[in-house]
Structure formats: structure tokens, C-alpha cells
């Protein structure tokens, strides 16, 4: 009985760790829209005019560091839009497995 106290006490122990909340860090990039961030660059074309069509065609907003051609989704879509095509630090949390940022703050200029 005593060994499976203990045991059960450890997998809360590991249970709790695994819950904890995660901390936001920041993530350095240009707001794009997810087909132009697919190919790395907006062809061309002027780069808050082609996020703004782009996203009212159906693609989303889009965190793109070019540095090492990550893109990062974004869950909030309404922030971003006053930042389309900027340079700019996002702050939040990070869902590896979707590589999804659970944004917290938008700031211009990375």
C-alpha cells in the first residue's frame, strides 16, 4: 500500500509539472499573410497592401522571420491587421505541436 501512495504521489508530482503554465516569450518577425509567408516574400509587391489582400482572400495573418524561414500561426486574427506588413515583436505563448502563438502583445519594429 505504502508503494502505491508514493507512486501516485509522484505521477501528481509529474502530472503538475506538465500542466504548469507555460511563460509568453517573444518572437521576432514581419506580419504576413500565410501564402505569401509560404514562399517567403510577397512578390514583389507592397508589402501591407499584399497581407491586407491576401488575408481578405482567405489567408490568415501569419508571424514570418526570415532569418530562418519559421512561420509561426497566429490565434488572434484582429490584432495583426494594424501591423500588416511590419517589422514587429510578438509576445505569447508558444504550441509547439501547431506552432501556433498564442498571442499576448503585438509590438512594431523587431
Known sequence: MKKLVMLFAASMVLMGISFAAQKDATYNGEIMDSHCAAMGDHGGKEAKTCTLGCVKGGASFVL??????????????????EFAGQKVKVTGTLDRATKTIHVTDIQAGA
Do not use: E, H
Open 64 to 81: 514570418y522571420n526570415s532569418a530562418d524561414k519559421t512561420i509561426y500561426q497566429l490565434d488572434d486574427q484582429k490584432r495583426p491587421v
